[in-house]
């Protein structure tokens, strides 16, 4: 059986956890049926149903056609960014779930939550760098956000190397999640990290 990547599964988990915390849902019942030749006339509210309906039955870039064509009539942008970004992560297109978000959050700072979402991406393809960057800026004014935390402490350890500023992110996270999804395996890891040689904990930069 075939193991999903790590940065991958974490990039998902962060995209679904944002749709979660929206107040429109990532999917809507079935709208009536259309078609490809039809949806340059239809209103976007019907474009974007039919998008929604498109990713709840897996059609990742059918649902992605449709939801840019939504909003490109006027449907409003955010739903159904976060809705793209969904579809693109589910079908693996990394690269144009973060040209979603970055796009999205150029224009719309204030919906900081996305700068988690694209942290969680540039993490999955491994660049530690931008994640580092994203996620620092979401922490830096929401530090009390307890995903950006954990996501912030996996960066830290899993691709720069630092293990003292991962220990420092989990134990935040600890603090402000107690009983939360990751709290068991950050506790573990954080018991293990206090007893790391002194060598380990140093700052490794790059």
Not at 67 to 78: I, K, M, N, Q
Not at 169 to 177: C, G, H, I, K, R
Request: charged share 20%; proline share 6%; glycine share 8%.
């Amino acid at each position: 059986m075939k193991t999903m990547n790590p940065g991958f599964a974490l990039a998902r988990s962060a995209v679904w956890a944002v749709c979660l915390a929206w107040s429109v849902g990532c999917a809507s019942a079935p709208p009536k049926p259309v078609t490809v030749s039809q949806a340059p006339a239809l209103p976007g509210a019907e474009l974007a149903a039919a998008g929604f309906a498109l990713a709840a039955k897996g059609d990742d870039f059918g649902a992605e056609q449709y939801l840019l064509a939504a909003v490109a009539a006027g449907y409003p942008e955010g739903p159904v960014t976060r809705a793209m970004i969904k579809s693109c992560v589910a079908g693996g297109r990394l690269e144009s779930a973060l040209a979603h978000g970055q796009s999205y959050v150029d224009r719309h700072p204030e919906d900081w939550i996305f700068n988690h979402v694209i942290a969680s991406i540039h993490f999955a393809k491994g660049d530690s760098v931008m994640a580092r960057q994203a996620i620092e800026m979401v922490i830096a004014d929401h530090p009390g956000h307890a995903e950006s935390q954990y996501l912030y402490g996996v960066i830290m350890r899993d691709q720069v190397g630092d293990m003292v500023r991962a220990r420092d992110a989990f134990e935040q996270y600890l603090s402000l999640e107690p009983n939360g999804s990751h709290a068991g395996e950050v506790r573990a890891w954080v018991r293990r990290a206090r007893s790391f040689p002194v060598a380990v904990n140093k700052v490794k930069r790059r």
